[in-house]
């Protein structure tokens, strides 16, 4: 086994939408970039597992009343300047993506449809792209902690080479790009077990904070023995309880119904009912993987009912990430860039779930934002030779136990996995997670370690774990309901809550209203 090191301008950690976008931004800027990813880039993550919506709303009428629509359904926590910016980004990139040879379909009119993505014609175009820019990719190269110099500058990261016996490898570099993705807590929603949160823990450890950690409460439906939480299809869906008792009025605005029928601990069926014949198979033809399960069940989705259960995505879907501090991206960490899921994106969804829609969006452009800004950072400064590293948890621990890292995954799952912890909250619930979860971190650091094989296990064992107790501390500040986030204890709106909450902290979980929101708010309304 041999150590690759390399030294490079910019390191973007994510080989997802965010980190190819990030990493073709920082190409172009001139930047030497080194582009790590913990599976192989174009495969692996959400999006190249499906696609999604994109939200890619041309200048008009309409993006005026989608950026307001979005204002108030967020809880007025997002900043309409960012979500038109977001907009107007996202529509330059989607025209470059179409330049790049990427195929849209075409309308009625004949006119290009430019509001979806495939994900695996998408990412696999983005990977060629990333690679004809000169970017070195570091495939199956998962990052275990940054590196930092003695000024506290986010200067690099180390990993491991999974194809290469788990050698170790390292990046000096002037910035870093973390574009990890969220995390799902290893529900098992589809595409999402890469996103641990391991992007969010390392962010933590050089002192980055968070914003809207307590809107992570974004669920899904899928088929009941399939992960595949393909929202779009259910749009044409009918739901309906054991009895065939019809629940709702059927289709998006009927999901509230089947949710709260299943947090009541009752069986759900849907049916694509909705559907008409003529749209049935392009609704196969662009998401194949959503049919595959039901399939193989012997059931046509459009005529028979089947069985569905709710699944946990996290942050993923969710809101919550790291602190964006700078219309470039940038974090409260000097040099640490930060894009994705692995963002804060309550500047365009509030307290709503992005979806694949907004999310997808905030990808390309918070991607290409901190790519740029990576390598205009990096510019004014060489390359340090004496960093070192800040990871912790889970890596500096002086025994090797795999079952530790286990039995922490299942206490994270135990408290944020259930309807009953996460898609209705109370006081009660949330202090009973928050006394078990900060139990846990005070030993994880000593429990978690091992072998190099056994450090991934331990890292991300350690990010779930972090993520959790963000989450779970700023649901229990927020005293109110406001977007995703239900109190069942306060089911009101608080207007004077009408400020996102920061959090961080390792050993102790911190959480306070950030500064200057307020205003920010009223100008915007």
Not at 94 to 113: H, I, K, N, W
Not at 148 to 153: C, N, Q, R, S
Not at 210 to 239: R, V
Not at 381 to 393: E, F, K, L, S, T
Request: aromatic share 6%; charged share 20%.
């Amino acid at each position: 086994m041999s150590h690759l090191e390399i030294a490079a301008d910019v390191l973007v950690l994510g080989g997802g939408p965010a980190g190819t976008w990030a990493a073709l931004a920082a190409a172009r800027e001139g930047a030497r970039v080194v582009l790590a990813d913990k599976g192989y880039c174009g495969t692996s993550g959400p999006t190249a597992s499906g696609g999604n919506n994109l939200w890619n709303v041309p200048p008009g009428p309409a993006r005026e009343r989608s950026v307001q629509a979005r204002f108030e359904d967020g809880g007025r926590l997002s900043e309409p300047a960012w979500m038109y910016r977001v907009l107007e980004e996202t529509h330059r990139r989607v025209d470059e993506l179409a330049g790049a040879g990427y195929r849209f379909p075409s309308g009625d009119d004949g006119r290009e449809v430019r509001t979806s993505l495939q994900g695996p014609e998408y990412m696999r175009r983005m990977r060629r792209r990333v690679h004809r820019a000169g970017v070195t990719i570091l495939d199956h190269g998962p990052a275990l902690e940054l590196l930092t110099t003695g000024d506290g500058i986010v200067s690099g990261a180390a990993g491991l080479q999974r194809q290469n016996g788990y050698a170790p490898w390292s990046v000096r570099a002037g910035a870093v790009v973390v574009a990890t993705g969220g995390c799902a807590f290893l529900s098992g929603s589809f595409g999402t077990n890469v996103d641990t949160g391991d992007g969010l823990l390392m962010a933590a450890e050089v002192g980055a904070s968070f914003s809207g950690m307590e809107f992570s409460t974004a669920y899904a439906l899928a088929p009941a023995w399939s992960g595949h939480t393909k929202g779009l299809m259910m749009q044409f869906a009918t739901y309906y309880d054991s009895d065939g008792r019809t629940l709702g009025d059927g289709g998006f605005s009927a999901r509230g119904a089947a949710m709260a029928h299943l947090a009541a601990g009752r069986p759900v069926y849907a049916r694509l009912d909705r559907a008409r014949p003529d749209i049935r198979a392009a609704m196969r033809t662009s998401q194949p993987n959503y049919f595959l399960p039901l399939d193989k069940a012997g059931i046509d989705p459009f005529t028979q009912k089947y069985p569905v259960r709710a699944v946990l995505e996290g942050t993923v879907r969710g809101t919550g990430g790291i602190r964006v501090a700078g219309t470039d991206c940038a974090s409260d960490v000097p040099g640490l860039f930060v894009a994705g899921d692995a963002a804060t994106r309550e500047l365009v969804t509030g307290g709503r779930s992005g979806g694949g829609s907004h999310n997808g969006a905030w990808a390309i452009s918070s991607g290409t934002w901190a790519g740029a800004g990576a390598a205009r950072f990096a510019r004014g400064r060489p390359v340090p030779d004496g960093v070192r590293g800040a990871g912790a948890a889970g890596l500096r621990g002086p025994s090797a136990r795999r079952q530790a890292s286990r039995s922490i995954v299942g206490l994270v799952q135990e408290h944020t996995l259930p309807l009953r912890r996460s898609y209705r909250r109370s006081a009660t619930s949330l202090q009973d997670s928050v006394t078990a979860l900060d139990e846990a971190w005070s030993g994880a650091a000593d429990l978690l370690g091992g072998t190099e094989r056994e450090l991934l296990q331990a890292r991300s064992a350690a990010a779930m774990l972090a993520v959790a107790r963000w989450a779970t501390h700023s649901a229990l500040a927020r005293t109110e309901t406001r977007g995703m986030h239900v109190r069942t204890d306060l089911p009101d709106t608080d207007p004077a809550q009408t400020r996102r909450l920061l959090s961080g902290g390792l050993g102790e979980v911190w959480v306070r209203p950030e500064h200057g929101t307020a205003e920010a708010r009223t100008v915007a309304s």
